[in-house]
């Protein structure tokens, strides 16, 4: 990090941790030159990065300021209780009737499950991919076949390797997205009938996979801040034959809540000891507001139980469909499932990204993106003190593009959900989050788009329908 970016992150910190608390005075810039011994184009720098990240203000004649003077962001909504019962699962035709209807260009992606793709750096990609596409070797489409080619997997092991976790090459599998490796690790440890641990609220897509392979979901607790429930999940252990465990573990999807790492390691060590593998889902583990990345649950397995699986979608490619599994004990296995099923993820995007990850613009890029989300994210919340109604509670993620909406008891977002399709507006109604069904008063909102009037007009829209329902 520059200069200025390191006194700029040393603020933020102290912004998000509360230490800071909204309308409050910054030191002035001759003291930020004292203080840190720069410059004063240092230290403007760091302000105006603060400045476009949304966490401070500008006042004229009067200095800087916490942004959000006069706000006070509603409460963080209750843990999640759901039935402590293993059942099968039917709720796909529930998410596709809901997500059916955000495909559209019109609709404001409120209820989408990507980042904007205005946030990647796709003029560049098409590069890398134009000019490395036309020396492929074609020996090299046979041979990148899985585990996938050779350059990428060792870009993602350096990856592994910057965050002091390294990983073999030779071991990591490439895959269509992160949901491939998902599902294929879902299919290599457990069988129909098996039961399988999941987060409430959580992931639809866990629930599907559960769902197609005729297996019953267990759904566990998650705290809207500290993430799975480690002492449900113990309990839950111990009544019922768990055969394996899906999880995210950072800025988990749908509440953006995170373990800190002594939970990530407790978590491990549990099902170490009653031997459960897990599937661990890490696709917004880079997105991190902050100086340092979250460790996933992967850099505690001494076991190999841990199947690490994430992507480039969420942070880079969308459309390339790029994903890898780190899969521990369990490559073989993931390895001939995925010969038996898709066989190989596109071997030009593969190399492709490659090539980009090989120029290191991508830790520049998603720097940027980090940013972008940070500032967008304050957008959102102010806008939700402005337009929402009194008794609402909101999530406070740390990282990722999703927070989660809690209503009182007697609301319905299903209801809300086709009231703002039918203004142009989407959103993730709860209930598609659950095994059971259950949040029908909460929702998910994605802040993964950069703010403008239109969106500014959407919340409003947004906050009087909710009132009105």
């Known amino acids: 990090m520059k200069r200025y970016e390191d006194i ?10 509360g230490r800071l608390a909204p309308g409050t005075r910054l030191p002035s810039i001759r003291k930020v030159m004292a203080q840190h011994r720069v410059s ?36 963080e909504p209750a843990a999640s209780l759901p039935p402590q019962v293993s059942a099968p699962v039917d709720i796909s035709e529930l998410v596709f009737s809901v997500l059916g209807a955000v495909q559209h260009r019109n609709i404001l992606p409120l209820g989408s499950a990507f980042p904007s793709p205005k ?16 020396f492929i070797d074609p020996w090299d489409t046979v041979a990148s076949l899985p585990p996938g080619n050779t350059g990428l997997r060792q870009q993602i092991a350096l990856r592994y390797l910057g965050m002091g976790m390294p990983q ?32 409430s609220p959580g992931f639809y897509a866990a629930t599907q996979a559960i769902e197609r392979l005729g297996m019953q979901a267990l759904e566990i607790p998650v705290h809207p801040k500290n993430g799975l429930d480690l002492d449900a999940l113990a309990a839950a252990l111990e009544r019922h034959p768990v055969r394996a465990c899906w999880f995210m573990t950072s800025f988990q999807n749908p509440m953006g809540a995170s373990m800190d790492e002594a939970r990530k390691q407790a978590l491990v060590a549990l099902l170490a000891r009653h031997q459960i593998p897990l599937i661990e ?21 001494t076991q190999g139980l841990v199947m690490h699986c994430s992507s480039f979608s969420k942070t880079l490619a969308p459309g390339y469909r790029i994903g890898w599994v780190s899969p521990g004990r369990f490559g073989q296995r993931i390895e001939r499932l995925k010969l038996m099923t898709t066989l190989s993820a596109s071997v030009p995007a593969q190399v492709a990204i490659a090539d980009y990850l090989q120029t290191g613009a991508y830790d520049k890029h998603l720097r940027k993106l980090r940013h972008a989300l940070e500032s967008q994210l304050a957008c959102m919340n102010r806008a939700l003190v402005e337009h929402f109604p009194a008794g609402v509670r909101v999530s406070r993620p740390s990282g990722g593009y999703f927070l989660w909406v809690e209503f009182p008891d007697d609301f319905d977002t299903l209801d809300l959900h086709r009231r703002a399709i039918e203004q142009g507006i989407s959103l993730a109604p709860g209930p598609i989050f659950s095994a059971s069904r259950r949040f029908r008063n909460c929702l998910r909102l994605n802040y993964g788009s950069p703010w403008s009037e239109d969106f500014e007009q959407g919340m409003a829209l947004l906050g009087r329908l909710a009132s009105s329902g």
């Open 8 to 17: 700029a992150e040393l603020i933020a910190a102290d912004i998000r941790s």
């Open 40 to 75: 004063p184009s240092t230290a403007f720098q760091a302000y105006y990065l603060l400045e476009k990240r949304g966490l401070v203000r500008a006042r004229e004649r009067s200095g800087y300021f916490v942004a959000g003077a006069g706000q006070t962001l509603p409460p």
């Open 119 to 134: 946030l990647f750096p796709l003029p560049r990609l098409a590069k890398s991919l134009a000019s490395t596409a036309r």
């Open 168 to 199: 073999a090459p030779e071991n990591i599998i490439v895959t269509n997205g992160a949901l491939e490796a998902l599902n294929l690790c879902l299919a290599a440890v457990a069988q129909p009938g098996d039961v399988i641990a999941i987060e």
């Open 281 to 301: 889902d890490d696709v917004y583990g880079e997105l991190y507001f902050g100086k340092h990345p979250p460790l996933p649950a992967k850099a505690f397995d």
